[in-house]
């Protein structure tokens, strides 16, 4: 996205890539990802999501693709659970629709979720589903048609400061450049000026599910769900497979990676079951055995919040990592920050709840 923003903006941009665009081995991947406004994590995120969504319209309309469709989202759980006050306190305070709907409203409208007595469900309806492989597509296309140079399949080895810029060694060829943009997602640690980064590599499990009736699952139908119950939690999508709906499993846990390389492919018996135990009880419209698992890299900070800005201890050098779970919504907003802060020094959106150097000693 930041490669987009540059070279819209005329910049001379070189883009590197261990894998090649919408590629499975790191965290842009898996078929959806949810947009959000009325925001638990805060309501300080509310003018970067509408940036985003703005942004991501704006994708959409420059490189003819389908990327966002906006099917509404619930979060659903007992009144007094955290995330249902913090995303009524986020919305209250930003002033935004929604809706609260009482345990009866929330059986009548939305009978895929299994509703407790005295649950209830809040609807964002600024909220949707994200295609994430066509979202990096398109916006690599749309860079390389603004004329930034995209190396895929070309890991960076070594990157070091010099006198006036940066020296980019990868696959054998040196590359320079007067600012450096760190992008790396998990791999984070791997580059020698973020080594010092707290940002852990971590595993986030995907569940496919089929749905016994489709249409009653389809985005047409189904808003994207934050799922919050004593027995489980989950992030849930709804099928944009024509198939299966797919859930992320909150409750079981991120466990660390050694490193973002040593993904397992699929996941260990016991937690399989827990997925399929977690659709059964509280999704009673699908068949709850997975007929799809994935599994992938995020890299999440101490704090669950992103870093981005500046490069602590480094001139001409921008970092974006460490996104934690939920920085794909964003990513279009980060990008248009990624450009900023490369030939502007600075930003207009209010970042400093981001700085890398919060959590630096
Ligand atoms: C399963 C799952 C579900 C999620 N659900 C949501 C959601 O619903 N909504 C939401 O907003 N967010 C969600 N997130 C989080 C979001 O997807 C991530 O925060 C976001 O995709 C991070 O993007 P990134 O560009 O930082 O990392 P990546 O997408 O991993 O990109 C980093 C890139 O850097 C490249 N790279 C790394 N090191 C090097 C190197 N040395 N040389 C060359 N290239 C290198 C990698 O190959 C990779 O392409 C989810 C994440 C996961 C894993």
């Known amino acids: 996205m930041t490669t987009w923003r540059l ?3 005329g910049a001379d941009v070189l883009a590197f890539d261990t894998h090649g665009p919408g590629h499975d081995r790191g965290s842009s991947a898996g078929e959806s990802r949810i947009f959000r406004t009325a925001y638990k994590e805060g309501a300080g995120y509310v003018p970067l999501l509408q940036r985003a969504g703005a942004l991501w319209r704006e994708l959409e309309d420059r490189s003819g693709s389908t990327l966002l469709t906006m099917c509404g989202g619930l979060t659903i759980g007992a009144p007094d659970h955290p995330d249902i006050l913090a995303v009524r306190r986020c919305a209250e305070e930003a002033g935004l629709d929604h809706e609260v709907l009482s345990t009866d409203q929330a059986r009548k409208r939305f009978p895929q ?3 407790d007595d005295g649950e209830v469900m809040v609807l964002d309806p600024g909220a949707g589903v994200l295609r994430p492989e066509p979202c990096v597509q398109a916006a690599l296309r749309c860079a390389e048609n603004s004329g930034a140079r995209l190396l895929p399949h070309h890991p960076v080895t070594d990157v070091t400061e010099t006198d006036t810029g940066w020296r980019i060694t ?3 060829t040196e590359f320079d450049a007067d600012h450096v943009v760190f992008a790396p997602g998990p791999w984070a640690r791997q580059l020698a000026p973020l080594r010092d980064l707290p940002v852990a590599a971590r595993l ?3 569940y496919w599910f089929a749905a016994r009736d489709v249409a009653a699952h389809s985005p047409q139908a189904l808003p994207i769900a934050i799922r919050r119950h004593p027995e489980a939690g989950f992030s849930c999508f709804p099928a944009l497979d024509g198939v299966a709906i797919k859930i992320v499993p909150h409750h079981l846990g991120w466990p660390d990676l050694d490193g973002p390389d040593d993904l397992p492919r699929s996941s260990p018996p016991d937690h399989a079951r827990a997925a399929s135990a977690a659709a059964a009880r509280l999704l009673p419209g699908v068949v709850p055995h997975p007929i799809r698992i994935g599994t992938f890299a995020e890299g999440f900070t101490p704090d669950d919040h992103a870093l981005l800005g500046p490069l602590p201890g480094h001139h001409r050098a921008t970092v974006m990592t460490g996104f ?9 907003a980060f990008g248009e920050i990624g450009a900023d802060l490369a030939l ?4 207009s959106h209010d970042i400093a709840p981001l700085d890398p150097n919060r959590l630096l000693p």
């Open 344 to 347: 502007d020094g600075g930003t």
């Open 113 to 115: 979720h299994e509703i």
């Open 7 to 9: 070279a819209l903006r």
């Open 170 to 172: 990868s696959n054998g």
């Open 324 to 332: 934690s779970g939920h920085g794909f919504k964003l990513a279009p």
């Open 204 to 206: 986030i499990t995907a």
